[in-house]
């Protein structure tokens, strides 16, 4: 496992998340995080190569966190730019490439064949990261779209259902009971 090339870029991802260029504020940073640690959980349940999730994990966002206008296409570009960060730090050529293919296909609002399950790992702990950041969908939703009580948590509802939605079989298996408590919670 590179520790070094993970702790770097969880640094580079922290200080892009706190730079002023970042729409997002730092509620992405524990975006981000989490789909880290369930990247994590998912590659050792699945069998997957831990470091290609983890390391496509923290830069699966890379490119809308560096510039809003990205945000689109932030898998295409994230991917070209994870190109270069990994490159810069010597990762292998052949990793790279999986890493790419993890950021390429991790949004599950895109329809995209998961080729491998390091890319169903990382597409799954993005989807599943809204119930671990539950604070930042609220904040967006009182704070940034100023909604009312009412609409509030039904938009905040409405998106974890959708992330629910796009899990893999195996993974809704595995989140089930924290999909029950989270939408508890919600009412």
């Known amino acids: 496992m590179r520790t070094d090339i993970l702790e770097y870029l969880q640094s580079e ?4 998340c706190k730079d002023t260029a970042n729409k997002f504020g730092m509620g992405v940073y524990y975006h981000i995080e989490a789909v880290v640690k369930n990247g994590e959980l998912l590659a050792q349940k699945y069998g997957a190569d831990k470091e290609i999730v983890m ?46 293919q993890c950021i390429k296909n991790h949004r599950g609002s ?10 169903l790992c990382v597409a799954d702990a993005d989807a599943i990261s809204h119930f671990d950041s539950l604070p930042s969908l609220l904040y967006l939703a009182y704070v940034e779209r100023k909604m009312s009580i009412e609409d509030g948590a039904d938009f905040v509802r409405e998106k974890l259902k959708r992330s ?17 408590k989270v939408m508890e919670v919600l009412g």
């Open 110 to 119: 895109i329809a995209s064949n998961r080729l491998s399950i390091e890319e």
């Open 164 to 180: 629910f939605a796009k899990l893999s079989d195996e993974s809704k298996k595995y989140y089930k009971e924290k999909y029950q």
């Open 55 to 100: 390391i496509a994990a923290w830069l699966h966002d890379i490119a809308s966190i560096t510039d809003y206008a990205l945000y689109e296409n932030h898998h295409i570009y994230g991917a070209e730019m994870a190109y270069g960060i990994l490159s810069g730090l010597s990762y292998e050529e052949s990793k790279i490439f999986s890493v790419q």
């Open 13 to 16: 991802v922290y200080k892009r």
